[in-house]
């Protein structure tokens, strides 16, 4: 009997898919790169052709780590807000354009003055935003006519990647919630708000359940990876959902979240039913599970200690700046770092803020820079959570992400959000969810999230007294 599910996951930076058990075990994994496309600036896309080089790569290598008929299904994430338009044939018409991808602005305005902003909030749980998948359409309508006029179906990341492996297009609701054209309370694309700006629903793919099969792998997949031909394809979610699934979050408790240091920062609050009156300034999507999130995104958390990395301190390594960081006193004697290095998301929703530094002085040193930069993604993640909580209050949180690994990040962080937090020492991130996910769509599991094997590891505290008062307070009046 097969009793293995494979979960693949379609990142920024690349492809993932792990082997998962019914009881949790991750027994298998594989990795594969792919490049980032920047053609101008504030333009981020990638060559669908080089994720479906990637995804065989990735499945023939962990299919040759066990007996094939072992994998009872395959579940898929994906990163969220990508654009792949395909022509009536199914042929990619041009490059993915993504979810970082800031050229949109024009195309923003357009749909908030043919629906209204507290409207299109209502309907879809969030404003327009620049990096959602709507406005890219409408961008290609205009920018790109000849290329608008061959686009016959329009596809988020994960679902082209399905299409590959059977030929069927489907979505499901917690990546189409990302997109401005999916109405939260029917679970349907928004006719209205498509019809509003022109737009055919045709376009877009029939939406099924997160742990809906959606189809089978086709012959030549099975070919080139060496997987069984026939094996079920469950639908999954945004990598988000499905991390949130991996780490065992559920809509049936929605005072346990989780806050991620990653390239962006992430905090996910489970819901089980949407706000009443939902906020303009964070994001609400649906979950995997068939409930509701909300999401608060900065956009440079980890990706800011990179970026100084790369920029001041290339012989360096993370492990290094965070122990001369912890050298310099709570509020960086003085530095103020703002890391809006890409624009900001959570509260701003502003895609042309910048980042900076203030309060340099002759007797600043490299270890209040890099405190500094530290402590500005905490402050920018406490203005996020500042916004959420009234909408779903947190009780505390499991950290997860690369900047997880430091004790000293995730105290100074636990101050500054005043919230317990629990290092996860099994974060295997949005693969694991998307093969949970398959698990319970073809019925091996009751359900995904109870499935999660969350090993919990260090804890911090929130610390009383602990003197982040004035820096947060010159974070704010030195900001925005």
């Known amino acids: 009997m097969s009793q293995l599910a494979l979960g693949l996951d379609l990142g920024t930076s690349g492809a993932r898919v792990v082997g998962v058990t019914p009881k949790g075990e991750v027994i298998a994994e594989a990795n594969r790169d792919y490049p980032l496309l920047t053609p101008r600036p504030g333009w ?46 199914g042929e990619v018409v041009r490059p993915a354009i993504l979810w970082n991808d800031q050229r ?63 030929g069927v297009m489907a979505t499901e609701p917690s990546d189409a919630s990302g997109s401005n054209a999916f109405n939260l309370s029917t679970k349907c694309w928004d006719a209205d708000v498509l019809g509003a700006v022109g737009l055919d629903p045709d376009l877009f ?28 394809v469950v639908a999954g979610a945004g990598d988000n959902a499905a991390a949130a699934i991996g780490l065992g979050l ?3 408790e929605p ?20 706000p009443s009156t939902p906020e303009d300034r ?20 980890a990706g800011s200690l990179r970026w100084y990395r790369d920029t001041f301190a290339p012989a360096s390594d993370y492990a290094e700046l965070t122990e001369a960081a912890a050298t310099s006193p709570i509020g960086a004697n003085g530095v103020t770092f703002r890391p809006y290095l890409a624009g900001e998301r959570t509260p701003h929703m502003d895609p042309d803020l910048r980042g900076s530094f203030t309060g340099l002085s002759l007797a600043t040193d490299g270890a209040d820079v890099v405190r500094a930069v530290l402590e500005g993604v905490a402050f920018s993640l406490r203005d996020a959570l500042g916004v959420m909580t ?33 290092r996860t020492d099994s974060d295997q991130g949005a693969a694991y969810g998307a093969a949970l996910l398959a698990l319970q769509g073809v019925g091996l599991v009751e359900r995904a999230a109870g499935a999660a094997r969350t090993e919990i590891g260090a804890r911090f505290e929130p610390r009383a007294g602990s003197g982040y008062r004035e820096p947060i307070r010159r974070f704010k009046t030195r900001g925005v």
């Open 44 to 89: 981020t896309e990638q060559d669908p052709d080089d994720w479906r080089r990637a995804a065989m790569e990735v499945l023939r290598d962990v299919a040759s780590q066990f007996r094939v008929r072992e994998v009872a299904a395959l579940g898929l994430s994906g990163q969220m807000h990508g654009m792949v338009p395909l022509d009536g044939v």
């Open 104 to 166: 949109t602005g024009e195309a923003v305005a357009e749909l908030e003055r043919e629906i209204p902003r507290e409207e299109l909030v209502v309907r879809t749980g969030n404003p327009a935003i620049t990096g959602f998948h709507l406005p890219k359409l409408l961008w290609l309508r205009t920018e790109e006519p000849e290329a608008f006029a061959r686009t016959r179906h329009s596809l988020l990341p994960k679902d082209y990647l399905g299409y590959i492996l059977t």
């Open 205 to 232: 793919p029939e939406i099924v359940a997160s742990h809906e099969v959606t189809g089978r792998l086709t012959a030549e997949v099975a070919r080139a990876t060496g997987l069984a031909e026939g094996i079920p």
């Open 250 to 252: 559920s809509s049936a």
């Open 255 to 274: 005072r346990l979240g989780s806050v991620s240091l990653g390239s962006s920062g992430v905090i996910f609050i489970p819901l089980a039913a949407p």
């Open 282 to 301: 964070v994001h609400l999507f649906c979950h995997a599970d068939g409930g509701y999130h909300l999401l608060g995104v900065t956009l440079a958390a």
């Open 390 to 422: 009234p909408l779903a209050p947190l009780e505390r949180a499991l950290a997860t992400g690369g900047g997880a690994r430091s004790d000293l990040w995730l105290q100074l962080l636990s101050d500054v959000l005043e919230l317990p937090l629990a």
